[in-house]
């Protein structure tokens, strides 16, 4: 029977990279749920300034969710 999974904001890095480890192991058919952070993780806010930007932490830009292992699944070979 197919389950509905979560990702929670708790868990992000920031790189693209194939040695992520999977922070879930799904079945196909299942579905995840992503919460998601805002695109400079939280370091601007309503009361941020355009001065705000020089002091942006670049390390800390574009917040990601999983990887997400899917048993049965093959690699696409393009």
């Known amino acids: 029977?197919?389950?509905t999974h979560k990702c929670?904001?708790?868990t992000v890095h920031y790189t693209?990279?194939?040695?992520?480890?999977?922070i879930l192991t799904i079945d196909s058919g299942d579905t995840v749920v992503?919460?998601?952070r805002e695109?400079?993780?939280?370091q601007f806010n309503f009361?941020?300034?355009?001065e705000a930007i020089s002091e942006l932490?670049?390390?800390y830009v574009y917040p990601l969710?999983?990887?997400v292992y899917i048993n049965g699944a093959e690699r696409c070979r393009t």
């Open 8 to 10: 929670t904001t708790d």
């Open 16 to 22: 693209w990279h194939k040695e992520h480890e999977p």
């Open 39 to 42: 695109v400079s993780d939280n």
């Open 65 to 67: 969710s999983g990887p």
């Open 1 to 3: 029977m197919a389950e």
């Open 34 to 36: 992503f919460e998601t």
């Open 57 to 59: 932490d670049w390390d």
């Open 47 to 50: 009361h941020s300034t355009t």
